[in-house]
């Protein structure tokens, strides 16, 4: 069993939908939660960072992490085509970029 | 600023041979990460540098892959020789600090194809 598990896609919605974007892990110690979207033919870039357990709201994104289920999520709210891309969610045990663990990514296509 | 520049943006070679992907980082980032990204493995950390030093290389796959970093400005990957399983897209980042507020900054990734 990977240690950080989700779901590759694709996941196809219509414009303006919410959309939600899960990873399961399995390592209780983790505490640093991230999300990078990558689109096509480009590097990831990060979108948001949560440290421990709570929600995070940064315009239409919403990270959410829930430490007893072990499950972090994204929220897209007002989705747009330009969402479209992989994303792609990260945790580390310490505050530090080099052992970052990575998910597979989602696929998510917005459907004009 | 201009971001991480990587080249060649693109590879193709035949197996056996040497290749070689470079990496120019953020002026002022003190760590420098290479990674590799395949559909059957996603991201791994291959290694990485703090100030020009190699830290961690337990991700280089085998002897084949060596990494270097002369200056600040500079790095590369090399494979010698290389072989068909290395296909892949190679993405070098950087960051300055190593703490999730340090973020890491990727490049447009180096896409290898070996024949």
């Known amino acids: 069993q990977k240690e950080v598990e989700q779901d590759p896609g694709p996941l196809s919605v219509p414009e303006g939908a919410i959309v939600s974007l899960n990873c399961t892990y399995s390592?209780?110690?983790?505490?640093?939660f991230m999300w990078y979207r990558q689109y096509s033919r480009k590097g990831p870039e990060l979108l948001m960072y949560?440290?421990s357990s709570g929600n995070k709201e940064d315009g239409r994104f919403t990270a959410q992490v829930d430490k007893s289920s072990k499950y972090i999520s994204l929220f897209i709210r007002d989705s747009q085509p330009s969402d479209s891309a992989t994303y792609l969610c990260?945790?580390?045990?310490?505050?530090?970029?080099?052992?970052?663990?990575w998910g597979a990514g989602t696929k998510l296509i917005i459907k004009p | 600023d201009a971001g991480v520049i990587q080249s060649p943006r693109h590879e193709v070679t035949e197996m056996g041979q040497e290749v070689t992907l470079r990496c120019k980082p953020i002026s002022g980032h003190d760590y420098l990460f290479w990674y590799r990204q395949t559909m059957m493995r996603g991201l791994e950390l291959l290694i990485y540098f703090n100030n020009n030093v190699p830290i961690d290389d337990s991700g280089m796959p085998e002897d084949r892959f060596s990494a270097k970093m002369p200056n600040a400005s500079f790095s590369t990957l090399k494979i010698q020789p290389s072989e068909p399983r290395d296909s892949a897209v190679y993405f070098c980042a950087s960051s300055f600090g190593t703490g999730f507020t340090g973020e890491l900054f990727f490049g447009e990734g180096s896409r290898l194809t070996v024949l």
């Open positions: 949560t440290y």
């Open positions: 390592n209780s110690a983790f505490q640093y």
């Open positions: 990260a945790m580390s045990v310490v505050d530090s970029n080099y052992q970052l663990i």
